[in-house]
């Protein structure tokens, strides 16, 4: 499973904004790893450096030292529309009748290639496979005096998830979807003001945590300070997966510290699965919060049964089919000493194909594991998601095709407990309404039959430069 995007935006004089993003770019590594790109802004031009890989790989200091000027915004990729390719890197520019904007979003649009038709009729070209790009054009082409009435008119028309970080020439801009369905918050640095998708990327550069921005809220920063534009959000649907897994353990989302809320899933799962056993382990890294939880509840003693090697799938050389063969024995390495015998309780954030915990059990096994006990952190997953998750299509869900005793099976585990959703939701403490639970339940915040399939845009050539021009 794997989230859409990282943001971040930066307005400060006397910084080097490129350096600050980057940095920003690197604490939110995990929310993206297939792109990255810096835009910025001196007052008179916008200047763009966008490429394949991580936040390390896709800047030098050549690049960096080209980008001067005091806005900008960041960007980290993975594609939920559009496939992995240079021209959908983000951010993107566009332009027309004398308007240029820069934006990088976090979410997907559902009803973007109705919008993106729309606006080709209208004189729009597009260069690009990505639903961010469908956006910046809406903007340009959307009625009002100032951007701000151009991103509120936007707003009306888009369906699905977003939280955007716009720059104009002289101007930064955060938006969050009326739903709040991907977090976006707030923070000052050396008398400036940064945006970020999550708090953890504030901590890292020195900023200041100020507050979250709200669901269907618009922040415009420029030289006369911050203003705020608030909208309507009568149904609020915060992704509940932000929590169990996408979101760093150190950040902060609805006033909640994640790391104290994942002990508690752990602390819940003993509760309601108390099994008898020698050891506990989190599956590194989403899980060892949850892992340390269930062992305080049951006093059974946590282990590190299994190390990751965190850089396994961040190289762009390929496998011979020999170290393809050997699968998650190149993520992770068992501590074959101290579990060999041991009856082991294997506690982990989600389970939703299937294809790797499977693995992960044989590869305990063979280590001399005695007994297996999975635990998971999410109840099961039953329903694919529309709103910036690239998780599976509903037929590929292992719980919409399995019940828990034949998943228990197919995984090979002694036995197999899943936190129940009102367990999630104490875990959490915060009100169960304001969270987007449908992965779970199936009762999606908007219509599923809106849903867009990843490549729905994909009409484009690729070598065509980014941007729109009316």
């Not at 021209?87 to 004398?98: L, R």
């Not at 469908?134 to 888009?158: C, D, F």
């Not at 649907?237 to 989302?253: G, H, K, Q, T, V």
Request: proline share 5%; charged share 20%; glycine share 10%.
């Amino acid at each position: 499973m794997h989230e859409s995007c990282g943001i971040f935006g930066v307005y400060a004089h006397r910084i080097d904004i490129a350096r600050l993003i980057f940095f920003g770019l690197f604490a939110l590594q995990h929310r993206g790893q297939e792109s990255a790109g810096i835009a910025v802004s001196n007052g008179s031009e916008i200047k763009i450096h966008t490429s394949m890989g991580l936040v390390s790989q896709a800047f030098t200091e050549s690049d960096l030292a080209q980008l001067k000027g005091y806005i900008g915004i960041g960007h980290n990729r993975y594609s939920t529309a559009g496939s992995s390719k240079p021209a959908n890197a983000q951010p993107i520019i566009a332009k027309s009748e004398g308007l240029t904007l820069a934006l990088a979003h976090n979410g997907n649009i559902l009803n973007a290639k109705l919008l993106r038709d729309e606006l080709h009729v209208d004189g729009y070209s597009f260069h690009t496979s990505s639903d961010s790009e469908v956006i910046a054009n809406l903007i340009l082409a959307s009625p009002g005096k100032s951007w701000e009435e151009r991103i509120r008119h936007t707003m009306y028309r888009l369906q699905g998830a977003y939280s955007l970080v716009i720059m104009t020439q002289n101007k930064l801009i955060g938006v969050r979807d009326p739903m709040g369905v991907r977090p976006l918050c707030l923070g000052t640095v050396d008398n400036g003001w940064v945006i970020a998708s999550e708090s953890c990327a504030l901590d890292h550069i020195g900023a200041q945590f100020t507050r979250e921005i709200k669901p269907g809220e618009i922040v415009a920063i420029n030289a006369d300070g911050v203003k705020s534009f608030e909208g309507e959000n009568d149904k609020k649907a915060l992704c509940i997966f932000e929590y169990i897994y996408f979101a760093r353990p150190d950040s902060i989302i609805q006033g909640k510290l994640l790391y104290p809320a994942r002990q508690a899933m752990g602390e819940i799962l003993a509760q309601e699965y108390p099994v008898d056993a020698d050891l506990i382990m989190g599956v590194p890294d989403s899980a060892t919060a949850a892992g340390i939880g269930y062992s305080h509840a049951s006093g059974i003693p946590y282990c590190e049964g299994l190390l990751k090697n965190r850089y396994v799938g961040r190289t762009f050389i390929e496998p011979d089919q020999r170290i393809r063969e050997l699968g998650v024995q190149l993520k992770f390495n068992p501590l074959t000493r101290i579990i060999s015998g041991k009856r082991l309780v294997v506690v982990d954030d989600s389970i939703v194909r299937g294809t790797t915990t499977p693995r992960v059990v044989n590869l305990l096994r063979k280590a001399g594991v005695k007994e297996v006990h999975l635990r998971i952190c999410a109840p099961p997953i039953r329903h694919p998601c529309f709103l910036g998750v690239d998780m599976a299509t509903e037929w590929e869900l292992l719980a919409a095709r399995k019940t828990i005793p034949e998943i228990r099976d197919y995984l090979g585990a002694d036995s197999l407990g899943y936190l129940s959703l009102d367990g999630l939701i104490r875990a959490v403490d915060l009100p169960r309404e304001i969270f987007c639970l449908a992965c779970f339940t199936g009762d999606y915040p908007i219509p599923v039959q809106m849903g867009m399939d990843k490549l729905a845009l994909e009409t484009m050539p690729e070598e065509e430069p980014v941007g729109s021009q009316k």
